[in-house]
């Protein structure tokens, strides 16, 4: 099965700039859509950032708008998320997410739910301070 694993989390001034990375591995998909989800404590988990296959399509949540911007390498099987401004509301454990692709799929949609994942890392934290 496919593995993914996150890096590049870690403490940053509010204001400030931070890039993660998730890098699959193992018996990765052929094709997949990828996406970014974020848990604060004692808030429910919600999605961040999606993008395509084809990385043509991609979503943000209102809140990240203008400032994370999502992109994806699939030679190296790797997804990124650049967050620039950071705000102290940013601080969460950032999860990467890998939905596998149907051969059917068009490759250029993104998806925005927990349930249309099928594979999970195990999360960075992310912490802006103040």
């Known amino acids: 099965q496919v593995q993914l694993v996150e890096s590049g989390g870690g403490l940053v001034p509010a204001g400030g700039s931070l890039r993660v990375s998730c890098a699959a591995s193992?018996?990765?998909?052929?094709?997949?859509?990828m996406g970014w989800f974020r848990q604060a404590p004692g808030k429910e988990r919600e999605s961040v950032a999606a993008?395509?296959?084809?990385?043509?399509?991609?979503y943000y949540t209102n809140s990240v708008k203008a400032r994370f911007t999502i992109s994806r390498n699939n030679a190296k099987r790797t997804v990124y998320l650049q967050m620039n401004s950071l705000k102290p509301e940013d601080t969460a454990v950032y999860y990467c997410?890998?939905?596998?692709?149907?051969?059917?799929?068009?490759?250029?949609?993104?998806?925005?739910?927990?349930?249309?994942?099928?594979?999970w890392g195990q999360g960075t934290q992310v912490t802006v301070s103040s």
């Open positions: 993008i395509s296959w084809s990385g043509d399509r991609t």
């Open positions: 997410a890998l939905r596998q692709l149907s051969p059917f799929s068009s490759g250029n949609d993104y998806y925005t739910k927990d349930n249309d994942y099928n594979a």
């Open positions: 193992g018996r990765t998909p052929s094709r997949y859509a």
